[in-house]
């Protein structure tokens, strides 16, 4: 292999695979990073048996070949060269990379590409096409609220449906819900169901870049896998097996009290609350007042810790209905208000020991249900 490459993209095609790599392994491949040529481009391929992330970069290719090489120090070596063409040669007789721009010359020792975990091929073509801006933001709205115990590997999953026009994400710990909408630009022939690592997920918003079009998510027929192709990046993820539970039983059917705040108020009482709260079991209670002949409706949200002290904040609120006084895991409050546009969000409820529900006012393709805490 001879090969000719910008610093600048090879670094940031490692930065990108590295993400996928196994930090600690038995298989010593797992801890490398596959560089090889591919028709006319470098590839950079790294797994950890669940996911896998593979980037094509622009390069001149002298001599066609293949080697993986510990990640951690290929990515650091890289990141101190100069902003010039970095070349690099493979001895296959050693399986030593040697790389050289300007007048740092190193050697790194690897480990035959033949030993490297064969990546997917995927046809494109045959994707299901999602807007990159959407598909970041439903990611965005969603995946916070996947658990991450892995006793209930279900639950680090996000439930992808695909159905007609329609794709929803939705995703669970127990303790709160959220789902998401979105249109797609061509309708699907065939519903389609996937149970995805929300890990994986993240690193699809982490990479897909703001100036692509569409993403490509192919579920190939009886692989147990889903790859999502992007112009010079592909994804390809383990998919989570069993059963996800009926989260919509727990969705609440009526109303009893509907508040409307602004978001950023709102936001910012909720991280006022946490800074006390945090240091106890993260309660922050919500007083919920209507509007009387001389005062408009309120929330009061209040938290209070005996190490740390009391907080409390008044929000003007539209409030429609009794007055309530419920309690909330501010954390979570303040991870979904953190990921709503809108400039105000309705908070539906019924009674202190029952779900409320946030969604953004003006959209309906999101809402999120979070389980009260005990008032104590």
Not at 73 to 86: E, H, K, R
Not at 325 to 350: C, D, G, Q
Request: aromatic share 4%; net charge negative.
């Amino acid at each position: 292999m001879k090969v000719s490459v910008s610093q600048q993209h090879l670094a940031h095609g490692l930065n990108i695979v590295s993400r996928a790599v196994a930090p600690r392994s038995t298989l010593p491949v797992l801890s490398n990073v596959l560089v090889a040529t591919d028709e006319g481009r470098l590839r950079l391929s790294a797994t950890n048996l669940e996911m896998g992330i593979t980037h094509w970069i622009g390069a001149r290719i002298d001599e066609d070949g293949s080697i993986t090489v510990p990640a951690r120090t290929f990515t650091d070596l890289v990141s101190t060269l100069p902003n010039d063409q970095v070349w690099l040669t493979l001895n296959t007789r050693t399986q030593t990379l040697t790389m050289r721009c300007g007048t740092s010359c190193a050697d790194i020792k690897g480990i035959d590409a033949q030993e490297f975990p064969p990546m997917p091929v995927s046809d494109p073509a045959k994707g299901i096409l999602i807007n990159v801006a959407d598909l970041k933001e439903m990611i965005q709205q969603v995946v916070f609220a996947a658990s991450t115990d892995e006793a209930r590997p279900v639950l680090m999953g996000v439930l992808v449906t695909v159905s007609g026009q329609q794709i929803t994400l939705a995703a669970a710990d127990g303790f709160r819900i959220s789902e998401r909408k979105s249109d797609l630009a061509n309708p699907v022939s065939q519903p389609v169901t996937a149970l995805i690592p929300a890990r994986a997920l993240n690193e699809l918003g982490r990479i897909a870049s703001d100036g692509e079009q569409t993403v490509s998510m192919i579920l190939p027929p009886g692989r147990n896998q889903v790859i999502f192709r992007l112009k010079d990046v592909e994804l390809v993820a383990q998919l989570i097996e069993g059963n996800y539970p009926d989260y919509r039983q727990v969705i609440p059917r009526s109303t009893k009290t509907r508040t409307v705040i602004s978001t950023s108020a709102l936001l910012k009482a909720c991280k006022q609350a946490e800074i006390i709260a945090r240091d106890g079991s993260n309660v922050a209670r919500l007083n919920i007042g209507p509007a009387g002949e001389l005062q408009p409706g309120t929330v009061e949200i209040t938290a209070e810790s005996e190490e740390t002290g009391t907080s409390e904040n008044k929000v003007e609120a539209s409030v429609e209905g009794s007055p309530l006084l419920i309690a909330f895991n501010v954390r979570f409050l303040r991870e979904v208000l953190e990921n709503i546009k809108t400039p105000n969000v309705s908070l539906e409820t019924n009674l202190s020991n029952t779900p409320g529900v946030i969604r953004p006012v003006g959209e309906d393709n999101f809402f999120h249900v979070i389980m009260p805490m005990h008032l104590g």
